[in-house]
């Protein structure tokens, strides 16, 4: 995960160890913007935005963080141009290969999430072989939403119980919030403390639905690309400030 260096690699004192966010979410908005205020094409903003994405996982890594979440590639992004689709699907495979060794050097496990079976069929490969090659790592766990809509993973989750309740497997009465969250590509995953999305924009895009249901959230006006460590640190700031009642008083 070669990257640019961070700021620093530990803790920044104004930080409270014991109030992190155990896990981050993160919308990554901004890229084609970012490369067309340059002149260059989206393409080239995809790519610099994978830098950040692998300087921001070091970062959660080196700071407590134990888990990220990031939204590479929606259902709804499979309206963008035929070029721009089959370049990321090529990106998505070429990163996996090329980072494999160090996220094994650096314990990190890596998961994914959303429908994987519409992925071509070399990047499930890349995906298989990373997911169990990294299922033991120690480290930060590191989910990546693919092809994943909130929406279509509430509905799956759905259909799934509804057959168990058929089959007589499942009674009505026994189900509830804990059986349903075990339906979802998720399963097993703590939901997210704190959802951070770039671009300025104020909406989640159909991202998390069920398990941000009391995340704290973080827009920041940079762009993708742009987010770094010293974005990170504000993020976590605010975090940090705020009273998280859950409903309750």
Same mark, same amino acid.
């Given at each position: ?63 407590? *963080?134990? %888990?990220?979440? $990031?939204? @590479? ?8 141009? #035929? +070029?721009?689709? /089959? ?67 509430? *509905?799956? %989750?759905?259909? $799934?119980? @509804? ?8 009674? #009505? +009465?026994?189900? /509830? ?73």
């Amino acid at each position: 995960m070669t990257a640019e260096p961070l700021l620093t690699s530990s803790l920044p004192s104004d930080l409270d160890t014991e109030r992190l966010p155990r896990h981050v979410a993160v919308i990554m908005d901004g890229n084609g913007r970012w490369a067309q205020q340059r002149g260059l094409p989206r393409i080239m903003g995809h790519r610099r935005g994978v830098d950040t994405l692998k300087k921001l996982l070091r970062t959660c890594s080196d700071w407590g *963080v134990m %888990a990220l979440t $990031a939204y @590479a590639f929606s259902t709804e992004n499979w309206g963008r141009p #035929l +070029e721009e689709v /089959d370049f990321l699907m090529t990106l998505f495979e070429r990163v996996l290969r090329q980072e494999l060794a160090e996220m094994m050097e650096e314990g990190v496990r890596i998961q994914f999430v959303g429908n994987l079976q519409s992925l071509p069929a070399s990047l499930q490969t890349e995906i298989d072989k990373a997911v169990q090659q990294t299922r033991h790592n120690p480290g930060i766990r590191f989910t990546v939403a693919t092809n994943y809509g909130g929406r279509q993973e509430i *509905v799956q %989750a759905c259909r $799934a119980i @509804a057959k168990q309740v058929q089959q007589g497997k499942v009674a #009505l +009465e026994d189900i /509830d919030e804990s059986m349903f969250a075990h339906h979802l590509y998720t399963a097993g995953l703590d939901d997210p403390d704190l959802l951070i999305r770039t671009s300025g924009e104020m909406r989640i895009s159909n991202f998390l639905l069920w398990q941000l249901a009391y995340a704290e959230l973080y827009v920041t006006d940079a762009l993708w690309p742009d987010f770094n460590t010293l974005e990170f640190h504000q993020a976590l700031c605010a975090y940090q400030k705020r009273h998280r009642r859950f409903g309750k008083v």
